[in-house]
């Protein structure tokens, strides 16, 4: 923590988010989220309470989010080319695993009636942008169908994290108090989506 807190006044704190966020699709024990909001922390204990203004020396809290956003984005993109071309052996691998196998019925059935909120509440769920990505891939979704929702999806999950480390500090101070509140509020909508999405399919859905 101490080293990526030394690189929250350089560049590089850019080039880490989007490394960290692009591979945690194919790797989801990436801590993305938090390093996003360990960034946002940086950026509001250096803004001046007063003017609102944001030193060079912090990260700027839109580049930061923008650069989340657009990180998720790719990363799905990617996951969904791999799993539209990998063919029977990856249709095999689907059909073995119970999650995978649900996780595709589901998603074929919201992407089918224009409900692609499930991409959303994935973002936020443990290894549920890995799932839903590769799903929509092997599934041989349209891309109009996916793309759309991935964008939101990784715009609502930016936003989320980068308040939860800007707000968190300007109302509870930069103390480790305020990080491991937002981290935890990071942890909590994690939770939640992924309860969500262990429902059970309701019969109209499942039609």
């Known amino acids: ?11 590089w704190i850019y080039v880490m988010v989007a490394a960290s966020v692009l591979l945690d699709v194919f790797l989801p024990v ?10 946002a922390t940086a ?38 080319r791999l799993a539209r071309h990998g063919g ?5 691998a689907i059909s073995r695993s119970r999650r995978l196998s649900r996780a595709q019925e589901r998603l074929g059935a919201a992407l089918s009636r224009g409900g692609g909120a499930l991409v959303v509440l994935a973002r936020f ?7 839903v990505s590769f799903s929509a891939g092997a ?14 999806a990784g715009l609502s999950w930016a936003t989320y ?4 480390g800007y707000f968190g500090t300007r109302w509870l101070g930069a103390t480790w108090l305020a990080t491991c509140v937002s981290v935890a509020a990071l942890f909590a909508a994690g ?17």
């Open 1 to 11: 923590m101490a080293r990526v807190g030394s690189l929250t006044g350089t560049p």
């Open 43 to 80: 950026a509001a204990a250096g803004t001046g309470a007063a003017t609102g203004h944001v030193p060079q020396n912090v990260p700027d809290i839109l580049a930061l989010t923008l650069c989340a956003a657009t990180a998720s984005v790719l990363g799905d993109l990617v996951a969904y």
């Open 191 to 207: 939770a939640g989506a992924a309860y969500l999405m262990r429902r059970p399919l309701k019969p109209a859905e499942a039609s």
């Open 30 to 39: 990436l801590p993305s989220g938090v390093l996003i909001v360990t960034a």
């Open 125 to 131: 769920a443990p290894a549920g942008r890995s799932v």
């Open 88 to 92: 029977e052996r990856l249709d095999r």
């Open 139 to 152: 599934a041989h979704r349209r891309i109009r169908e996916f793309l759309p929702w991935s964008a939101l």
């Open 161 to 164: 994290s980068v308040a939860l």
